[in-house]
């Protein structure tokens, strides 16, 4: 039987491109670029911005800058140092976020954890372990949220967030949060500087 074997290749931006997008192994920007159609690749390092006019897939990605995506955004390893703007979902295994994202969708992945820099929102979050804190050098409430309305998950620790379901495993709802409703099955803990409309031990 015959194989078709697509080799795949490598793209390197050093300044401004424009793309039709497809199937490559190492995407290295530097600067700007534009892609009109889905990008998939392996490995994806980002220090400038992007802009993705379909879906988004890498296997393991380093982002220090900006990425804009019309469609959905998907991989193994998602490591966020700068901005994330979805139209779509996302879903990884591994998403770590020391930066500032807006996803309207759901961002979905096993292990989440969010150290807010900039505020951050998402229509829904879904995961194994979900870890939100703030970033406290040079910190200021408000200018730094997590905006989500449903979180859902096994181990949850959420600080500086409002929601309003959390529901999961065990659930700890420290400072800065306003939940209006918390559903826990084993653990619950609240901080002092929370705000919580009710909880519900299922």
Request: hydrophobic share 35%; charged share 25%.
């Amino acid at each position: 039987m015959e194989q078709q074997i697509q080799e795949r290749r490598n793209w390197t931006i050093n300044g401004t491109a424009r793309s039709m997008g497809g199937n490559f192994d190492k995407v290295t920007i530097r600067g700007e670029a534009k892609v009109t159609g889905d990008l998939d690749c392996y490995l994806l390092k980002l220090m400038g911005t992007l802009s993705v006019h379909g879906d988004l897939k890498m296997k393991t990605s380093k982002i220090m800058g900006t990425v804009d995506v019309t469609g959905n955004v998907s991989g193994e390893k998602l490591s966020l140092l700068g901005e994330l703007n979805v139209k779509g979902d996302c879903n990884a295994e591994w998403f770590k976020s020391r930066g500032a994202f807006h996803i309207d969708g759901l961002l979905n992945a096993g292990n989440i954890e969010v150290s807010l820099y900039g505020p951050c929102r998402a229509r829904e979050i879904g995961g194994d372990l979900i870890h939100v804190k703030p970033h406290f050098k040079l910190f200021s409430s408000g200018i730094r949220q997590l905006t989500v309305d449903t979180v859902e998950g096994d181990d949850i620790c959420l600080q500086y967030t409002t929601a309003r379901v959390v529901r999961g495993n065990r659930v700890e709802i420290g400072p800065g949060c306003d939940i209006e409703l918390v559903e826990y099955k084993t653990d619950f803990r609240q901080d002092a500087g929370a705000k919580i409309g009710q909880q519900v031990k299922l």
